[in-house]
């Protein structure tokens, strides 16, 4: 089995609980929500997603082709403001650094779960249609990584408004 997209999801969630003491830092010019949104965001992303593959039967995995899915898991990039996040995946709570850091801690329980799955577990995505498990881990990588740029830039901007929602 490939461990390498394990590897980065753990490198990430580590990259997540060193940026939690941010969570209230805004920067508007980059995105309208703040580090602790997109944090929240993610975590989200990968508990609901873990929990899904746990939850699916393999043999009813079908494979199948995706226009978008072979254009952007190669790259290993989404662009910004291609997509929207589903609801249920969006953080509507006032977040708190105790809240990233349970839900980071459920995360990483997530994640070990998922590494003992079979291969042929299963996510079906709004965008990218069926994906396996290393597909799903694959995308799960990819998503993080795409809200860990938005946050570290939010971190480089040099606006005085910067602080302004620190929390």
């Not at 929240?40 to 939850?55: D, E, F």
């Not at 989404?78 to 708190?96: L, S, Y």
């Not at 249609?129 to 740029?149: D, E």
Request: aromatic letters at 8%; one cysteine or more.
């Amino acid at each position: 089995m490939d461990h390498k997209h394990f590897d980065t999801l753990k490198q990430q969630l580590a990259q997540i609980e060193a940026y939690i003491p941010n969570h209230g830092l805004t920067e508007k010019k980059v995105s309208k929500s703040s580090i602790g949104w997109h944090l929240s965001h993610i975590l989200m992303v990968i508990n609901g997603v873990c929990g899904i593959l746990a939850k699916t039967k393999p043999e009813n995995y079908k494979r199948n082709f995706n226009i978008k899915r072979t254009i952007i898991f190669p790259l290993g990039y989404i662009p910004r403001g291609m997509g929207k996040a589903p609801e249920v995946v969006v953080p509507t709570q006032t977040i708190t650094a105790e809240d990233l850091k349970e839900k980071l801690k459920f995360a990483r329980k997530q994640v070990e779960v998922a590494k003992q799955l079979p291969e042929k577990t299963y996510f079906i995505h709004h965008i990218f249609g069926m994906l396996n498990k290393k597909q799903t881990l694959r995308f799960l990588a990819i998503h993080t990584n795409h809200h860990l740029k938005i946050v570290r830039d939010i971190l480089k901007s040099e606006s005085p408004l910067r602080n302004a929602g620190r929390a």
